[in-house]
C-alpha cells in the first residue's frame, strides 16, 4: 500500500501561482501511475491531469492545459502539481492519487489510493 499526503493548497489571488505536492510513503512512487484531481464546490470530483510511471506521458483536462503542469520525482517519491494563471473556478479540494494498473488515466476508477486533499481557493 501506499498512503499519499497533498501540501501547498492556500488562498491565491487571480492569475496567481501555486505548486501543490504529493508526498508518498509505504511503497516507491515508480510503481504508480498518479493523477490529481478536484472537488468543486457544489460538484462532483473531476480529473486535472495524470501522468505515467516514469513521468513521459501526462494528460490534463482542457480547462487546465497551458496552465497546469504536471511532474514526478521517483526518488524523492513526490508528485507535484504547478498551477499558473489561476482562475477563481479553478478553486478546489485537490486530491492526490496513485494506481498500480493504470498507465495514464482520467478515471477515478482507476486509482486505488487517495490523499486526504488540500484546499486551493482563487479570489477575484
Known amino acids: 500500500q501506499v498512503q499519499l499526503v497533498e501540501d501547498g493548497g492556500r488562498v491565491v489571488q487571480a492569475g496567481g501561482s501555486l505548486r501543490l505536492s504529493c508526498a508518498a510513503s509505504g511503497r516507491t512512487l515508480n510503481s504508480y501511475g498518479m493523477g490529481w484531481f478536484r472537488q468543486r464546490p457544489g460538484k462532483k470530483r473531476e480529473p486535472v491531469a495524470a501522468i505515467s510511471r516514469s513521468g513521459g506521458s501526462t494528460f490534463y483536462t482542457d480547462s487546465v492545459k497551458g496552465r497546469f503542469t504536471i511532474s514526478r520525482d521517483n526518488a524523492k517519491n513526490m508528485v507535484y502539481l504547478q498551477m499558473s494563471s489561476l482562475k477563481p473556478e479553478d478553486t478546489a479540494v485537490y486530491y492526490c492519487?496513485?494506481?498500480?494498473?493504470?498507465?495514464?488515466?482520467?478515471?477515478?476508477?482507476?486509482?486505488?489510493?487517495w490523499g486526504q486533499g488540500t484546499q486551493v481557493t482563487v479570489s477575484s
Open positions: 492519487a496513485a494506481g498500480t494498473r493504470v498507465y495514464l488515466s482520467k478515471f477515478e476508477k482507476d486509482y486505488a489510493y
